[in-house]
Every structure is written in structure tokens, then in C-alpha cells.
């Protein structure tokens, strides 16, 4: 159609998401097959890469938009805008697990915190005593300076002993056979805790037939 040059393309092929230093697709398609095509970035300027009229440009492209041109009978046609996201990943993929206490009592909220290093094409999943009820809370912080870390925190509040057991999580890479798993373990008492805070130092010394008072404040 040389009204439409261009194959018209959904609104999900206008985002594409590719991790670092793979090649991918700018799927700017032609209905002419011999169409001369040309690629142009951001700053206007003319991008060199192989192009295919059933695919579009194949190569490795810095992150940011793109949009391809072409001339029909004289008549300069542009393509939709597409957006390069560059995601970080690693085949390797660090996690630690941590939590600011394991011991707590009922009513507490239960706080533990799983971080995802260096990578961005992450699955994770929690496993913990409360998950088939749905008690916990997650929040994901999404870290990039000084590095990349991906913070998901698990939060389950008002706990009881029911809720002692293993807090695990599960990363999984989101395009590689990669996965790590880390767990915690924590305990919920349903009674409170006693502090006991003795009021003489750890050695003393007692006369023969001396009779001495030690004090233990409890709280």
C-alpha cells in the first residue's frame, strides 16, 4: 500500500525490552519488500544496521527511541516511535536474605527482606507459613545507584504463633535455567519476654558466715 508503507504495528512491539548486550528487533515492518529503509535515533541521526522487510532492523542498540523512514513516488513516510529499554542481568544471581530479628512475640510485625543483585529480569516468590491466607504485605524497591539491587520485602503484621516456621524466597532469572533460593527462620512465643537486670557485677566475693543481698530487677 503505498499509502501505508509501513506494516502497522501493536502498541506492545513499540516497547521493547532486551538485556544488556544482546542483539534485538526494531520491528518496523515494509509492505513493499524492496523498500529502501532507513533507521533514524533520537537525535535525528541515521542508525547503520541489517535490516529485513518481515522483521525489521536486527542489531545491538543503545537504550532510546527509533523510528524508520522511508520514500514512496517522492513522499517521506516515518514509522511509529519504538523504545529501546536496556535491563541489567547476570548469569550469575546473588541473593541474601535478612531479617531484623528472628525472635519475636504475638502481635509484632514480622519484617524480612530479600535483595536481588546486579540483575533486573527476576521471578520471586515467597514461601512462608502465612502465604495460603495471604497475610503478607510485599513491597519491591527497584535500586540502581551506587548498583543494581532489587529489594523485595515481606512484611506480616499482627503475627501469632502460627506464623513461626521458614520465611524462604525463590529467584528465578526471567530468560536463563538460573535460580536461588535463601530462607530464614523465625519463631513467634505467645507469651511476652522477661528481662532480667542484676544490680551486682558478675563475680563477687562473700565473707565466711556473711549473709549479702543480691537484687535482680525484672521487666
Known sequence: DPDMPFVPSIPE???ILVEEGDPTIIPCRTSDPNAQVTLINSLDKA???FYDSKQGF???FPAGSYTCKTTVKGVEFKSEEFLIYILRATSQLPVEIEALKTVYKTGETI????VVFDNEVVNLQWNYPGKVKEKGLIKLDDIKVPSQKLVYTLTVPEASVKDTGDYECTA???TKEVKENKKVVITVHDK???HLEPQFSPLEAVNLH???HFVVDVQ
Open 192 to 194: 511476652g519476654f522477661i
Open 210 to 212: 556473711e549473709v549479702k
Open 172 to 174: 528465578r532469572h526471567a
Open 111 to 114: 519484617v524480612v527482606t530479600c
Open 58 to 60: 536486527i542489531g545491538n
Open 13 to 15: 512491539d513499540q516497547f
Open 47 to 49: 542508525v547503520y544496521a
